[in-house]
């Protein structure tokens, strides 16, 4: 079972997670993939995402998260076992998303909201200071992430399976050619 997670001002709507839905359709596995839309407060989203691993079993379910969905997916690993893989994470999003206080607007929903001091404080209640087994981390970064330094993940991921791509973007181009990576993994 895949579970993806979005990042910040995302949905499932996002390319990479419609995407990735597709293929697991036509591949015939439409029912081992899930991507909820999560809510705007992390406290909220990692009880959501918690529910749904109790119900599909943690030690059965890869991860994949992009950016803040990547930060969120550490916590979960680390806290349930499960395997995870990265896509551009966040690293310390409590750190990296301060400058982002203030009004918000979700890309693909268009919902309206305020990222406040709140939300930081359940980011920093959820950050994992080191990982504790590189086997259950697969980190998929773009030197070109015009969002996060990549070398902030190369660093935290350190000794987890590492595919590190010259160029492209905060998106991930190409992503689609990692599918056959990620379900090895």
Not at 92 to 119: C, D, F, I, Y
Request: negative net charge; glycine residues 8%.
């Amino acid at each position: 079972m895949i579970v993806y997670l979005h990042g910040f001002n995302s949905s499932p709507a996002s390319g990479k997670a419609r995407q990735l839905g597709e293929h697991m359709a036509k591949l015939g596995r439409q029912q081992d993939y899930f991507c909820p839309a999560l809510p705007n407060s992390p406290r909220e989203a990692i009880a959501q995402i918690e529910t749904e691993l109790e119900r599909r079993h943690p030690e059965s379910v890869t991860l994949i998260g992009s950016s803040l969905g990547g930060f969120y997916a550490t916590y979960l690993a680390e806290q349930h076992g499960c395997k995870a893989v990265l896509v551009n994470p966040a690293v310390h999003a409590h750190r990296l998303l301060h400058s982002a206080l203030g009004p918000q607007t979700n890309w693909h929903t268009g919902e309206k909201w305020v990222l406040t001091q709140k939300h930081l404080d359940e980011l920093a209640a959820l950050d994992v200071d080191a990982i504790t087994l590189s086997a259950r981390y697969l980190l998929l970064v773009q030197t070109g992430d015009e969002v996060l330094d990549y070398r902030d993940a190369v660093a935290y991921y350190a000794g987890a399976t590492q595919i590190i791509e010259d160029g492209g973007d905060h998106g991930f181009a190409g992503f689609e050619r990692h599918y056959p990576t990620i379900l090895d993994f």
